[in-house]
Structure formats: C-alpha cells, structure tokens
C-alpha cells in the first residue's frame, strides 16, 4: 500500500483535519443519539405517570428530531468518516477492519437494532400502547448503548493497544487498558450532549410554565451528567501509557487544547445554568444554543486530544501516522521503503526530482502537515539551508513532536526537504540569537523547561566555548546534525546560549 | 498483491456472508432509487392516480433508504476486510469523488424525510426536490459503480495513484462505469415498477380502480425498464476488460450456468409481467414476476462476485490469503444478530397487532 498517495483536497489543511472537522461533528451526533434515548425514555416514563399530554407532545417532535439527526446526519457523516479515514490511511484502517471485522459487525447489528427502534418509536406514537411504546423506547436506548460500547473497544485500541503481534489477541485487544475508562466517560458525555440537544430544540417551544419546567429538569440532568465525565476522563489518563501522556510536552498545542476543552466545558456548564435556572426569561434559542456550540467543541477538543496522544502512531505500535507500517520500517534498511512506493519508481527522473519530492511529501507529510497553512513547515524550514533541512527529514524521530522515522535513504531526504523548501517563502537566517536557537535547536530541544532542556549542559560556559562547541555538534551524539549555519548565526546563537546559561539577558 | 494481515475468517465465509447482505442492500436500494424516479415521474405526470400513488410511495422511502444505508454497511465492511488492499487503492485513486457519496446520502435522505413528512405543504417544490433527490442517489451509485469498476481494473493499470490527477481524469473505467450505472438505474426503475404493480394488486379489492391502474402503470414501467436494462447490460459486459465473454460462456461451468439461468428468469420475470399487465387475474403473474426478480437480484450479486475474481485473478486473490477465523468473536456477532433479528420482528408483530387491536 505505499504505492498509494493520497492527494491532499486543499494545500492548506492537513488530511488529519479534515477527519477532525467531520469526526467532531459525527461524534457530536452519535452520542446525542445515545443519550438522547435515555432521556426519551425517562422523560416519557414521568409523562405517563404524571399524565403528562403537553410533556409526551413535546417528546413526539423531539423524538423525530433525534431520529433525524440520529438517522441522517449521522448516518451520512459516520460514512464520510469512514471513506476519508480509509482513503487518507489505508493501511490503518486495513488494520482496523480486517482485525476487528467480526466486532464491526456486532457494532453493526446493534445498529440495525437501533435504526429499527427508533423508526418504530417515532411511527407509532399514536398507534402503540403507551407500555410498548416505553419499552420501544428503551429497546433503542439499550442498543444505542451496545453500539458505543462495540464501537469504544475498537477506538480505544488505537491508543491503548494490548500487545501487537499477529494474529492479534482479540479478547485483550478489545478489553484494552482504557477501554471501559472510555465507555464510562462516553456514556456520561453522551447525556450531557442530549441534555444540551434538547435544551436547544426546547428553546424553540412557546413560552409557558412546562418550557421553564423542563429546562430546568434537564439543565439539573446535564449538571448531573458532567460531575461525572471527569470519573471517566481521570480514569482513562490514569490508564493511558506514560509514553503517551508524555506527548502533552512534546506536541506544542495538546496542553492548550485539553485546556480549551476544560474551559469548554466549564463556560457550557454556567451557561446552562444561568439560562434555564437563574435567568428563564434570557433562554431563547440563540442563547440555548451556545452551551451547545461550547460542548460539541469541547467534545472535539477532547478526541482531538485523545486522538493526538496517538502519536506519531495512527494505531500504537502497529502503524504510523503517515500510514508506514512500523514493523516493516523496521526492516527497511537501504532502499526497502524505495523499491515499495511505486510511485517513486513511476515519476522518473524529471527535473531534478522535483515530481518525487512532491509524491514523497504528499506520501510521508501532507497526512499531518502543510507547508504554510496548518501544522506549517515553513517556520523552520524557510529560514534554514538545505543540508539542515535535509538532516532535519532524516532525523524525524529525535525531533520534539513526536514523528514517524524517515524511511527512506539520503537521496530521498534530499529531494524532500528540497520540496519543502522551495515551496515555502525563503526567508533571510534570523540574526537574533534566540531566533537562531528556535530555528536550529528548537526543534529537538527547549531551553530550560519542558523537552531535552540545554541550560544544564551549557552552564558556566562562555561565549567562545559555546560557539566551539556549536562547530562540533556532529560529533556529540549521532542524532544530532553538524552545524551547516552561517558565521554570524553561529555567533548569535553562542552568545544567546552563554548568555541565557548565565542568567543573562537574552539576545 | 496480498492482505497486509491475517484475515479473520475463511475467505468463502466472508465472501458468502458479503453476498448475503449485498443482495438485501441491492434490493432495497433499487426500491428506493427506483422508486425515488417514479416518484418524481408520477408527480411531473400529476393526475390524481398518480399522485396518490406518489404520495404513498414517498411516505415509504425514507424508511427504504435507511434500511439501504444499514444493509450497505456489512458487505462494506466484509469486501473491505476480503478486498482490503484493492479497495483502498481504488478509494485512493477516486479520492474527492469518493466524498460525493456522503453528500448525495445527506441530501437525497434529508429530501426523501421532508416529503414524507410535509407532503401536503410542499406543493409544486415537491416535484423539483424528487428530482435532486434523484440525481443526488443517481450520483452515489454512480460514484460506487465507478469504486467498483476501479478495483476491477487495478489489474490493468499501473496502481500508483498520482497525486490529483487519478480522481478527476477521464479515464477507461468509465467506459464501464457508465453503462453499468445505467444498467442499474434502469433495473431500479423496473424493480420500484414491479412494487408499484404488486402493491395495485393488493389495492384492488378496497380501491379497485386505483389498483387496476396501478398495476398497470407498474408493470408497464417494469416491462419497458427491464428491456433497456437489459439493452445495457449487454453494453456492459461487451465493454468489461478481461473477456468476461469467456467466462460466462463455458470458460466457468458455475458463471455460465448462473448466467444462463439469470438471463431465462429475467426473460420470465418479463412475460410475467406482460402477461399480468394483461391479465383480469394479475395476481398470479406478477407475484411470479416479482420472485423472480428478487431471485435475479440475488443471483446478480453472486455473479457480479464471479466477475470480479475473473478480472482480478493472477493479481489479487481472496482465496490465496491466509486467515486466522476468530471463531469466538464470529461466533458473538452471530449470536447478536439473531438476537437483532428476534427483537426487530417481535417489534413489528406487536406494533402490528397493536395496530390491529385498535
């Protein structure tokens, strides 16, 4: 399969995005449909206890809302889902389909249950008697539940992993480490999100006492709901591997991502209260709908960060995330990756190469990168020369964020970061040393706190002994490139370096 | 080419049990591309027959198009996991094209709910909302006949897909593309007409002029879209690369004898429903017509599969990779699809005899 490219929709969002964007908003979808059958089921208990008729009316058009979002959004954005993820990775999701083919289809069976369910729940309002209707409705709610539960096991592997060896442990597999940390906090999330999907829809409703009523009683639901999520979400990074949690340091954006998802959920949480308990008279649907909006962000930021703790694997151990199969990169060596990307065999030899830096960046990079949009590459390497672009390619994996490793030889790195290069907008070497620092060392270290600090190793040392030391960089451990920078770069980077190691003020 | 991993059961399982959920699949979305065609016929037609027979085929499609969906899922699931290395090239190479498949499920389904729903307040945007409905399903199986004419010629091409180009260029898979989507458009037109003949056959008794017309109209539909259907299953095979002319016609002893007892019962199916078009009695006729059909229906996939393997052999072989059956976990999906299928129809028993009681 690394015969296969696939070409990048636009140059500015990387593929993994474009999963994030449609992923966030099946996700959004599929748990509302979970929760959202709990809620119908208790919701029409208590109408036909108490008698109800305003409340089971309400239900009606609520219960059509949520088959509709349920059956058709979700339905098609679980399938845009699906063929992206296999069009973008096709050797992950290879391995997540023909490894868990027989759990797919339980999942699926579930899911044929569900659809069923909920058609006959919506269909038979009027027709059915109201203890059938329930246990429709519970009936859909239970398979709903099943489905996720199916489902969590597969998408928890990817992360937690039991062991990778062939043929696969599919039990262990299955009942991975976070596993039921997983379902535990879905479940929670997924009335969260109905609560908040019905506060919306019932925003819309005439203003009288049982609107007030029930938006109170479901904003109590949703509180309820999100004191429990951190139980999940504490349990499952207690059981997430150290490794993992250690891209938190490494992946610049993952600490502000779960705090924004925190934030998040705290702003949707006061929201909820404030409209529908302390202030009723402000709950109108454009107010409803911003802890809404606030949850399905926080929703996504969360998997985001979940699906980012991955890295640089698609699936732990088994495939990277530009779609290498880790053992096989293993083996390698000296054009193996070369003799297998057909495609590198089928550009020939154009200009210079210029056709196979292009394939071997939509192959290895464009997955996570794009040269100037998001997740951009022209920071560093528009400010660098080429001999420090290509060590940079090569040595993928003793950079900070956590990457796959280069699977090809020199030449190919070559032609890569000649790629890259040429695509971004070249700028003139930073002459400020703290620049200088971000460009050259920044990339595999920090200064002083946070990923292979340097301070210790440059301390007590002066401005001639740094830039010495800078000259031989090759020779100190065989990851680290020898210094190809101008005269002056060196200078300024010495300096900063002795400076900073000194307490001094940074150049 | 091979499966980078162990496949979960034996080949011929997953090919069988792929066979048994693409025939459903293949069924209901003919009643519902079909149907969704003669929806839109009917109401540009807009006489009162028609468009009572309009309507009542609308509230019915929705629920067609979710269960196409659902039954669309296994054999996805099963070709992926027994095709996988194929597939997924052949996803690569479509790339963006690929993504009209979602967009034309949202927009048909979200339009196929809305006239089921507000019938009666749509009006004349009724018919102009089928129409897009049409052309939004039309486009999703044209973009998977075209996934499939792919990966059946992946044999043929040099697999590496370059960059853009490989999904948007004209290129010789829709040589056979385009007269298998046409083929099954038009025998979803005749498949929806035999629903609509059937179903005036079981009207005739409480509505008997409705009926009468009913089953006219939809045997005619079925008679005239199975003749062109056919028409162009010819075009199709003549333009299949591999000579599957060969194969069909004594090159394999099961592809030739299912080709020969698929092409005598489409034939049947046809002067059945002639005849019952005809007929005072038409029940007999079309109800024979209609098992017929749903026979070829199965049958087609069986030798569509047949095709496939033909076509890809030498290159790609299922039945050559190695497999590990995941007996416990087969043995838990089995276990839970019955259990599926249990609750589904008790459900619909106790909703029927609840409805009934009342």
């Known amino acids: ?507 | 080419m091979n499966s980078p991993y162990l496949l979960p059961a034996a080949p011929f399982l997953l090919s069988a049990l792929s066979c048994v959920f693409l025939a459903v699949h293949m069924l209901l979305m003919n009643l519902t591309l079909g149907g969704t065609a003669l929806v839109s016929i009917y109401l540009f037609k807009s006489k009162e027959k028609h468009l009572t027979v309009a309507e009542a085929m609308a509230r019915r499609l929705p629920y067609f198009m979710a269960f196409t969906i659902l039954f669309g899922m296994a054999p996805m699931i099963l070709s992926q996991t027994l095709y996988s290395p194929v597939h997924f090239t052949s996803a690569v190479y479509l790339s963006g094209t690929l993504l009209l498949v979602p967009a034309g499920t949202l927009v048909s389904y979200t339009i196929l709910f809305l006239l089921s729903e507000k019938w009666n307040v749509l009006g004349k945007a009724r018919k102009y909302l089928c129409l897009i409905a049409v052309f939004s399903l039309g486009t999703v199986v044209f973009v998977f006949n075209r996934l499939s004419a792919v990966m059946e010629n992946l044999k043929e091409r040099d697999i590496a897909a370059f960059g853009v180009p490989g999904g948007y260029s004209i290129s010789p898979d829709y040589l056979q593309a385009i007269p298998r989507f046409l083929f099954f458009f038009l025998a979803s037109v005749a498949v929806s007409g035999l629903w609509v003949a059937v179903w005036g056959i079981m009207k005739l008794n409480r509505e008997p002029e409705q009926g009468r017309w009913q089953y006219r109209s939809g045997a005619t539909w079925f008679s005239s879209a199975t003749i062109l259907s056919m028409a162009t299953g010819f075009w199709w095979l003549s333009v299949m690369p591999g000579d599957p002319f060969k194969m069909i016609s004594g090159g394999s002893v099961f592809a030739t004898t299912l080709f020969i007892v698929l092409s005598i019962s489409a034939a049947a199916a046809l002067a059945f429903a002639l005849l019952g078009m005809n007929s005072i009695k038409p029940s007999f006729f079309l109800r024979i017509a209609a098992a017929l059909t749903i026979f070829n229906i199965a049958g087609m996939v069986v030798m569509r599969d047949l095709l496939r393997l033909g076509k890809l052999s030498g290159f790609y072989e299922p039945a050559a990779q190695r497999s590990s059956f995941q007996w416990a976990a087969f043995l838990i999906f089995v276990l839970c699809f019955a259990t599926v299928l249990f609750f589904c129809l008790d459900l619909f028993n106790r909703v029927r005899s609840s409805r009934k009681a009342r």
């Open chain 1, 1 to 507: 399969m690394n015969s296969t490219i696939f070409p990048p929709f636009v140059s500015f969002i990387p593929a993994s995005a474009l999963i994030a964007v449609v992923s966030t908003l099946h996700v959004a979808a599929s748990h509302f449909a979970v929760g959202g059958g709990l809620l119908l089921y208790l919701e029409e208990r208590r109408a036909l206890k108490e008698g109800d008729t305003e409340l089971l009316s309400w239900l009606k058009i609520a219960s059509k809302i949520l088959m509709y979002i349920f059956m058709v959004f979700g339905t098609s954005s679980g399938m845009a889902l699906w063929l992206i993820a296999g069009m973008i990775s096709p050797l992950a999701a290879t391995y997540m389909v023909v490894n868990f083919t027989w759990i797919w289809m339980t999942a699926w069976a579930f899911l044929v249950l569900q659809a069923s369910s909920i058609l006959f729940y919506v269909s038979t309002w009027d027709s059915a008697p109201p203890k059938l209707h329930r246990r429709i409705g519970l009936l859909y709610f239970s398979s709903a539940l099943l489905n996720l539960f199916f489902i969590n096991g597969i998408l928890s592997f990817q992360l937690t992993p039991s062991k990778i060896r062939e043929p696969l442990n599919l039990f262990k597999a299955f009942f991975n480490h976070t596993s039921f940390p997983g379902i535990l906090a879905r479940s929670f999330m997924s009335v969260w999100l109905a609560s908040l999907f019905f506060l919306f829809f019932l925003a819309f409703y005439k203003d009288c006492p049982f609107r007030i009523t029930l938006a109170k009683r479901l904003s109590r639901v949703s509180i309820y709901a999100l004191f429990l999520i951190p139980a999940g979400v504490v349990w499952y990074g207690v059981q997430t591997s150290k490794a993992s949690l250690e891209n938190f340091g490494r992946v610049p954006y993952l600490q502000g991502l779960m705090f924004s998802a925190l934030l998040l959920f705290l702003v949707g949480i006061s929201l909820t209260f404030f409209l529908s308990v302390l202030f009723p008279q402000l709950y109108r649907p454009l107010s409803a709908s911003l802890p809404l909006v606030c949850a399905v962000l926080a929703f996504g930021f969360c998997e985001w960060t979940r699906e980012d703790l991955r890295l640089p694997y698609l699936v732990k151990g088994a495939v990277y995330a530009n779609d290498l199969d880790v053992r096989r990169c293993r083996d390698y060596g000296e054009g193996g990756f070369k003799s297998e990307a057909g495609f590198l065999r089928l550009a020939g030899e154009d200009g210079g190469g210029k056709l196979k830096g292009r394939l071997l960046f939509a192959k290895l990079c464009a997955p996570c990168h794009t040269i100037s949009g998001i997740n951009r590459l022209d920071r560093v390497f528009s400010r660098v020369d080429d001999e420090f672009a290509s060590a940079l390619v090569r040595k993928s994996t003793f950079v900070k964020a956590p990457m796959p490793p280069f699977p090809a030889g020199d030449d190919e790195a070559r032609l890569l970061s000649a790629h890259i290069t040429s695509s971004a907008k070249r700028l003139p070497p930073h002459e400020k040393g703290k620049d200088v620092f971000g460009v050259r060392c920044g990339p595999c270290h920090d200064w002083d706190r946070g990923y292979r600090t340097l301070k210790s190793d440059f301390r007590g040392k002066g401005e001639k002994e740094a830039f010495d030391m800078i000259g031989s960089l090759g020779s100190i451990t065989e990851s680290m490139p020898d210094w190809s920078g101008s005269e002056e770069e060196r200078r300024a980077l010495a300096s900063y370096l002795s400076a900073g190691s000194k307490g001094g003020q940074e150049k």
